[in-house]
């Protein structure tokens, strides 16, 4: 397996986690841009259903149809992931900074770390507890009150990104196609239709008007779906085809920096002295937290990071070697983000 990543093209994998790393993080500043006019989970529900449907079309072909039983568990993790995790970045951008947004949502992998440990019994290392104690006492800093932003939504938007690491977790064992472009597709075809439903319910559609439709607004939307969907997603694919799991988890500490910088040159938005000391610290805790999670098991010689129950280079015995290709399987399913999140 390390032969194979070796062939690998030095450029090319340089380009692909440059532009994860860029348009990733970038997606916080359209989302920001087309809520100044286009209603959130509308919006969103017309991207994911554009980008869905044209990487449906692509990747379906020449495969089976998928099964209902896909289709359902497609959408449980489209929900979780896109409805309730991305629509509820889109509805909190209409009240919040984009990179004040970013730097909360980017503390997914200490929800994950924890649920892992609360409902999986997974057992921590010393490091990731570290990360977890430096990255809530980051989040608690971030949104105190009287830090300058709307502590209520910020609330909010910590409560539903935590969608994001209970689908990620649901879909680890999910009967998701097999292919992580189709899989991908299917749950934001599911997502579109439930933040549509939650679009008009909520009333969004009385906020749609012809004068929302100006240029800066509908470029920013066709970035987030061309480019945030379809491109930076293919490059992600083929990262984890290409690359060590290690190397492509440093996005997760990559975007959140990016989203700041891009919000305050573009948008002007303010960075205080305590949220430059609270993001320093969740970006240092998912640090923390993906080093010490996220060596999944390419042979049995890696197998320690997902058992935490086998030394390093010692036997690997045959059940944990099974479950680690299940893991595996599981976490190639994800959608774009799902292992940390994004715009």
Not at 34 to 46: I, N, Q, Y
Not at 235 to 249: D, E, F, H
């Amino acid at each position: 397996m390390a032969g194979a990543f070796a062939r690998r093209s030095p450029a090319a994998v340089a380009l692909a986690l440059g532009t994860v790393y860029l348009v990733w993080g970038s997606t916080y500043l359209a989302i920001r841009v087309t809520d100044r006019t286009l209603p959130p989970l509308l919006m969103s529900s017309v991207r994911f259903l554009i980008a869905g449907a044209a990487l449906y079309a692509f990747a379906a072909r020449g495969r089976a149809r998928p099964t209902r039983r896909e289709w359902t568990a497609a959408a449980i993790t489209g929900a979780a992931l896109l409805l309730v995790g991305n629509g509820g970045v889109a509805w909190a951008e209409t009240r919040l900074d984009s990179g004040f947004a970013a730097l909360i949502v980017a503390i997914i992998p200490l929800y994950v770390a924890l649920f892992d440990r609360v409902f999986f019994g997974r057992r921590l290392s010393p490091v990731a507890i570290a990360g977890l104690v430096v990255g809530f006492v980051g989040v608690a800093l971030l949104v105190r009150p009287g830090g300058g932003n709307n502590v209520g939504v910020a609330l909010v938007l910590v409560a539903t990104t935590s969608a994001w690491a209970a689908g990620s977790l649901y879909a680890r064992g999910a009967p998701l196609p097999s292919s992580p472009l189709l899989s991908a597709s299917m749950q934001m075809l599911s997502a579109a239709l439930f933040l549509g439903i939650a679009g008009l319910a909520g009333g969004e559609a009385n906020d749609v008007h012809m004068s929302s439709f100006t240029l800066k607004p509908l470029l920013a939307f066709a970035y987030l779906v061309v480019v945030g969907s379809l491109i930076a997603f293919s490059a992600y694919a083929w990262l984890l085809k290409n690359v060590r799991i290690s190397i492509v988890a440093t996005y997760a500490f990559v975007n959140p920096v990016v989203a700041v910088a891009l919000g305050t040159l573009f948008l002007g938005e303010t960075i205080g002295w305590s949220t430059i000391v609270a993001g320093a610290a969740i970006v240092t805790a998912v640090v923390l937290i993906v080093t010490a999670r996220q060596r999944y098991p390419e042979t049995d010689e890696e197998l320690q990071s997902e058992t935490a129950e086998t030394p390093l280079g010692g036997a690997v015995p045959r059940r944990d070697r099974a479950r680690a290709r299940a893991l595996r399987a599981g976490r190639r399913a994800l959608p774009a983000g799902a292992r940390h999140g994004s715009g």
